[in-house]
């Protein structure tokens, strides 16, 4: 991981701090474990993804709804997967 | 680190520290008073924990069944296991009607009747008459009643024209030498810049502090921030040992698995395939009291009983319902085993352990959310322009235990009482106090103790340590060895501290910086929890020990102040007198 890449993790590592216990372990679990090796688009939909309203991320996430947005559904699955396979 | 006198300084009429329904609803009222409001909260203001209270907000309204603000007060008190001060009760349950108003008015979609008021649903401990039939109190929006709240007004804060600091960290408060409170240093968590915020008023709105437990329902923000900080300026702690546990938990995790698992015919398993349950409560079952069914959980695992590779939980088992049962009637259920476990209740065991869910303890006011402390003229003398609401206080309405649908009620009834009085502490004090360098000094010296450079222990590590500790030392299971041996373990912990260090000293979102004050915040409250508990010899709401399984009204019917010089206890009576109406007295709490 170079500098700049570290320096945006620490910034997104503080956009998934939410109101949510459910939220913070998913969110940050993937940060520390799969958002290296997403492209520029896909960071870029994990952006978006963090702007969302902590409700409807907790509906997406846990699986009580699906986003609109076909890279989001994409991106929701990998958080998904992320928690249950990585250490 | 910047010189004191070198920081750039911003001037308010209010500050108001952490942005969740108590923070919002006090700064409401303010800025539409047209008062320069400033609200300072650590994460985006929708991201506060009032977001994840799902159950609703109780009020006497009678929409559903007949209703009284006398009977909610009498359940309050009785919930509170005689704790709980009755004026504030009073206050609480009258206020709760005109507080939903106007929630409803400012535009909180709460769900409806047919006849287009109001959706009432019953929770546990609600009554009608004083103890007789089921009452139905709770007001919700769906299952998503913070959401709501939160959201709504959060919007109208924009529309006053509160100022918010976004991404701020509040680091302490300042005082000057009388004990005034003149605002707050805090830390702008994207630049690293710290900024002096001077205020004629201060309100702590900082909510609970659940991360001082391994296994906890609370978001990772909840540290305890405003409590530590009231701590640090010499306050006590008021009722710090009695804290709400669920009994099932996702195990190393935190999730609650609601209690219609086992309302439904789940029951819980030790690591032999016994149903245990039946040795502790061969009546009730696994459908005993939360502490009960807590306790015995953790007997199990001290008693090497436990699941698991380190036999750390028990299973909960509901797949003997077959999947039609388990996948429509425990839906939330199912999804959170699915994405956290990767597993279907409805064919594999749930690994559960008690989860620490919300605080009945915090920093003393009065009910008009005015901090008190102990001083020359009495234990409850008002401490000049500095106020707390929501679950960081303790006013007490809760007492040693809380209902349902109470605290998001407690929330916005104080948080509003909390505006209500600042309006006229300002207009007595229309002047800013004059804050010299001296006053800064001991709040700058905290930010800069974590810029020493070198070798030292990491913050996560001591920080899980902590959590492990409190949960062994100060859970479900209090007795006065383990609690002792607790306290030891804890002052050598603390100790510690002196000699963690950061590995990172950038500025820019230096988050690291950021668990590290968590990290102090988080050892002074988990002091303060387990010295109360230590000391408090009886049984009564959610403290409940094996040594002591009886109320004591004689000798216990009092709050417990913890005071961090000296790691000192103090006590003061409980107001066991109403505002209006007569004193209930104590009762056996039997339901």
Known sequence: MNDRDAREIKRLQWQCRRGMLELDLLLNHFLQHGYAELDSDARQAFERLLGMQDQILQDWLIGQAIPADAELTALIARIRAAIRTAP | ?591
Request: proline share 5%; net charge negative.
């Open chain 2, 1 to 591: 680190m910047a010189a004191a006198r070198s920081l750039p300084h911003r001037h308010f009429d209010a500050l108001i520290i952490g942005a969740g329904g108590a923070g919002l609803n006090a700064a409401l009222r303010l800025a539409a008073a047209d008062l320069r409001v400033a609200v300072v909260s650590k994460v985006f203001p929708t991201r506060s924990h009032t977001v994840a209270a799902q159950g609703g907000v109780n009020a006497a309204l009678a929409n559903a069944l007949p209703d009284n603000w006398h009977w909610h007060m009498f359940d309050t008190v009785k919930g509170s296991d005689y704790l709980g001060d009755q004026d504030a009760i009073e206050t609480m349950c009258r206020e709760a009607i005109p507080t939903v108003y106007e929630l409803e008015h400012a535009g909180v979609p709460f769900s409806r009747l047919d006849n287009g008021r109001i959706y009432q649903r019953a929770f546990g401990g609600q009554s009608q008459n004083f103890g007789g039939e089921q009452a139905a109190r709770t007001c919700a929006a769906a299952d998503r009643t913070g959401h709501a709240i939160l959201h709504t007004l959060y919007q109208q804060n924009l529309r006053a024209k509160t100022h918010f600091f976004d991404e701020h960290f509040a680091v302490d408060l300042i005082r000057d030498d009388e004990g005034v409170t003149l605002g707050a240093l805090v830390l702008d968590i994207e630049s690293g810049e710290p900024l002096i915020i001077e205020s004629k008023t201060t309100l702590l709105a900082t909510g609970g502090h659940g991360q001082v437990y391994r296994t906890s329902t609370n978001a990772f923000i909840n540290t305890g921030d405003g409590m530590a900080m009231a701590l640090r300026v010499g306050g006590p702690l008021q009722d710090m040992e009695f804290y709400q546990f669920h009994p099932t938990g996702v195990a190393g995790k935190g999730m609650l698995i609601t209690e219609a698992a086992r309302g439904e015919g789940g029951y819980l398993i030790n690591s032999e395939g016994e149903s245990f349950m039946e040795r502790y409560a061969p009546n009730a079952l696994d459908l005993a009291s939360r502490d009960v069914v807590s306790r015995s959980i953790v007997t199990e695992i001290r008693e090497g009983r436990g699941c698991g590779p380190n036999k750390d939980y028990v299973l909960l088992k509901v797949d003997h319902l077959g999947a039609d049962v388990v996948h429509q009637r425990l839906p939330g259920i199912t999804d959170i085993c699915r994405v956290f476990l990767g597993i279907d209740p409805a064919k594999a065991p749930m690994p559960v352990f008690p989860t620490a869910h919300y605080a009945m303890g915090g920093i003393p006011t009065d009910r008009h959310a005015r901090v008190v402390a102990p001083a020359r003229h009495g234990p409850e003398e008002v401490v000049p322009g500095l106020y707390a609401a929501g679950e960081c206080a303790c006013v007490s309405v809760h007492g040693a235990n809380r209902l349902g649908g109470n605290s998001l009620l407690d929330i916005l009834v104080f948080g509003r009482a909390a505006g209500t009085d600042i309006l006229s502490y300002v207009t007595e004090n229309p002047h800013h106090r004059s804050m010299r360098d001296a006053h800064l000094e001991p709040a700058i010296a905290r930010l800069a103790r974590w810029e020493r450079q070198g070798e030292g222990e990491r913050v996560a590590d001591v920080k899980a340590e902590l959590r492990r500790l409190m949960e062994d030392h100060c859970g479900v299971f209090r007795d006065q060895a383990t609690m002792a041996e607790g306290v030891e373990k804890l002052k050598a912990l603390r100790e510690r501290i002196e000699g963690v260090r950061l590995r990172d000293h950038s500025q820019t979102f230096n988050t690291a910086r950021i668990e590290a004050l968590e990290l102090d915040n988080l050892v002074d409250v988990g002091m303060a929890t387990l010295m109360s508990a230590l000391h408090r010899d009886e049984s009564r709401g959610a403290h409940s020990r094996v040594d002591y399984p009886q109320r004591d009204d004689e000798r216990w019917m009092k709050h417990s102040l913890y005071l961090r010089e000296d790691d000192r206890m103090d006590y003061k009576p409980v107001r066991t007198k109403p505002l209006t109406v007569d004193s209930f007295p104590p009762k056996p709490r039997v339901y």
